[in-house]
């Protein structure tokens, strides 16, 4: 089967910098990719790896390591726009599906 | 790019009566297509999945349906709807990239 743990909320403060992490078990592996969600509205894509490394695209980065199936969402210098929830996901068998995390909620304070 | 339309987007219902949720897609051909649902506050889970005309794949076994009549069609349907089958339905395909999902607005609703 496949799994993803992520926490559940983070809080932060205006300007800083936070790091939402995932874990994930899955029988093949194709990638993994991070969506931001806001309340109400449809996830949105982030960003997404498929090679061991980091990723970075404006404010936000993303890190993943295969041999600890293990990757990470970086967001810096944080707005309060940033606030939603944040969600990682995995390509896994046959490439065909993709499999989301619980989510993780965070709370951007000025 | 891909354009993906849904409706109703927002939908009541009572318990026992039918569902009809139909997804469209724009600008692409032959899409993979998915059904998603969202209980509130939680994370999305993976109902059905299809890779063309007539061929659905189911995730969880439950009291949902789906159907690809066209290649741009997708419709999540249901006979008698329970209140479990509350949630945030998204509709979505392959992005342009071929890696992510790309979403469409969704329908919310509530089985009262």
């Known amino acids: 089967g496949q799994s993803l743990e992520q926490p559940s909320e983070v809080t932060a403060v205006e300007g800083a910098i936070v790091q939402i992490n995932c874990t994930y078990q899955t029988s093949g592996f194709y990638g993994l990719s991070w969506y931001q969600q806001h309340d109400g509205g449809a996830p949105t894509f982030l960003s997404y790896?498929?090679?061991?490394g980091l990723e970075e695209t404006g404010r936000f980065s993303s890190f993943l390591s295969r041999s600890d199936s293990y990757g990470y969402l970086l967001l810096q210098e944080l707005q309060m726009k940033d606030s939603a929830s944040y969600f990682c996901?995995?390509?896994?068998?046959?490439?065909?599906?993709?499999?989301f995390g619980a989510g993780t909620r965070l709370f951007v304070k000025a | 790019s891909q354009t993906i339309h849904q409706w109703p987007a927002t939908l009541v219902q009572p318990v026992g009566s039918p569902l009809s949720l139909e997804c469209t897609v724009e600008g692409t051909s032959n899409p993979n297509l998915y059904w998603y649902r969202q209980a509130a506050g939680r994370g999305l889970q993976l109902l059905f999945y299809s890779v063309g005309i007539g061929q659905i794949s189911s995730e969880v076994p439950q009291n949902l349906s789906a159907s690809r009549p066209q290649d741009r069609q997708f419709i999540l349907s249901s006979k008698k709807l329970l209140l479990s089958d509350s949630g945030f339905y998204l509709c979505?395909?392959?992005?342009?990239?071929?890696?992510?999902?790309?979403f469409g607005p969704g329908t919310r609703l509530t089985v009262t």
């Open positions: 790896n498929a090679l061991d």
């Open positions: 979505a395909c392959p992005g342009t990239g071929g890696d992510e999902q790309y």
């Open positions: 996901a995995v390509k896994g068998t046959g490439g065909f599906k993709t499999i």
